[in-house]
């Protein structure tokens, strides 16, 4: 995975480098840590070294060119939090210490996840610097709204781990993808009888919201559209919330010619009731659903594909697993399907096949979905949009 340089300067949000040390060495990635003189006196470098494994520096020691070499090792320069006062001196090209000097030898991805107070931050001095920044191709992701520990309100805090790895993880991919919109649909819908039940599926949204992520990480704008789930959001990506599989067939309908990619990952309810009772229906001897059809919406955008990419998941039993989805790529139209066996629902893993219309097949090794979503991901974006990049 990564190399990643991780310069942290002092706010009191550093505690929360800590935490981003831990969670990139778990996602498998080397991390060095430099610190600014001031933030030893928040934390001490020891902490740093044990978490990330590697020395921790806070000036040069013996080497006279660890402000060339620490950069030079790594994939991905990272400042959290970014103090004010380093992001200017980043911005004006000043190198006062062993951090901002290798900000100024670093020739790759530079990322800044600024903190401080709401009032410095809107300072237009400040933005005057980020403006520098952005323009020069520097990362800045966003300190978020919030109440802060000087009691005030703003916009101030460092972004959240969360964030930070999704960013971290764009930053090491290629970008086969910029300028190719891709649309997915995630998780269950739901069908309701009455006012508090409904018939619906296992879906967690997991492999959605993980394809989700994968896709923006490769370039693609990417929007969600995503009935019930029990998964973590992506963050830095916009999802649409629908409750049945009409409100999910308007939303998919209307974006349809907005999308370059379809991936209908959502299980959709086939059947919805043909009357929903506005109040809790009372308990009788027996009750008799009658349940009508809903539509296909995969199979409605099959039959207007023009130039669009359309893939499906197919979730079959395993003794069908590969003629049951064959049947629905070539029925649905589909440039690819995605066979899934009745296991994968609601798990946190993922087994299961790729199939291309033009019969080539992958499998897709039991891994946890985040990772079997990149395979996924990366064998679409080689046959689909011909990149000539190997799953890494
Ligand atoms: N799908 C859809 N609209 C539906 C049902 C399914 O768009 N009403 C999509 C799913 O999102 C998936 C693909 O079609 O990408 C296959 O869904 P699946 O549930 O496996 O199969 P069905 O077509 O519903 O057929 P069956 O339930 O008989 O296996």
Redesign the pocket.
Same mark, same amino acid.
């Given at each position: 995975m990564g190399r990643i340089l991780l310069g942290v300067s002092s706010s009191i949000a550093i505690y929360k480098a800590c935490e981003l040390v831990r969670e990139l060495r778990k996602r498998e990635h080397e991390v060095r840590v430099v610190l600014s003189p001031f933030s030893e006196k928040f934390i001490s470098r020891l902490t740093f070294e044990a978490l990330s494994g590697n020395k921790t520096f806070v000036d040069w020691e013996d080497d006279p060119l660890l402000h060339i070499n620490l950069p030079r090792w790594s994939d991905l320069f990272i400042i959290a939090p970014c103090s004010i006062n380093t992001l200017s001196k980043v911005a004006l090209g000043i190198g006062d210490n062993l951090l901002t000097t290798c900000a100024l030898s670093h020739r790759g991805t530079l990322m800044l996840a600024p903190a401080g107070n709401p009032e410095m931050y809107k300072n237009p001095a400040i933005q005057e610097n980020l403006r520098r920044l952005r323009e020069r191709g520097v990362l800045i992701v966003e300190p978020e709204e919030g109440k802060l520990l000087c009691e005030e309100e703003g916009q101030g805090r460092l972004a959240s781990t969360e964030r930070l790895l999704d960013w971290v993880e764009y930053s090491l991919r290629p970008k086969p993808l910029m300028g190719k919109r891709v649309l997915i /649909?995630v998780g269950a819908t739901r069908e309701f009888i009455d006012r508090v039940r409904f018939i619906s599926n296992l879906s967690s949204g997991l492999m959605g919201f993980s394809l989700a992520r994968v896709f923006r990480w490769y370039g693609a704008d990417v929007r969600v559209v995503a009935g019930f789930t029990t998964s973590q959001e992506p963050p830095n990506i916009e999802i649409i919330r629908v409750v049945s /599989?009409q409100e999910m067939?308007e939303k $998919?309908i209307g974006l349809k010619d907005w999308a370059d990619l379809v991936v209908?990952?959502?299980?959709? %309810?086939?059947y919805r009731p043909a009357k929903t009772y506005s109040g809790k229906l009372k308990k009788e001897k027996r009750l008799t659903l009658e349940l009508i059809k809903?539509?296909?919406? &995969?199979?409605? &955008?099959g039959k207007e594909k023009g130039n669009k990419i359309l $893939?499906?998941?197919?979730?079959?039993e395993e003794e069908k697993l590969l003629s049951? %989805?064959e049947k +629905?790529l070539k029925e +649905?139209n589909l440039d690819a $399907?995605v066979a899934?066996p009745l296991q994968s629902m609601g798990s946190n893993f993922y087994r299961g096949r790729l199939i291309f219309k033009d019969g080539q097949h992958f499998e897709i090794e039991e891994d946890d979905k985040l990772k079997a979503a990149e395979r996924v991901a990366s064998f679409l974006i080689e046959k689909l949009f011909k990149y000539p990049q190997k799953y890494r």
């Open positions: /649909t /599989t067939r $998919v209908m990952n959502s299980a959709v %309810a086939d809903n539509p296909d919406i &995969l199979e409605e &955008l $893939v499906g998941f197919a979730l079959e049951g %989805a +629905k +649905k $399907v899934n």
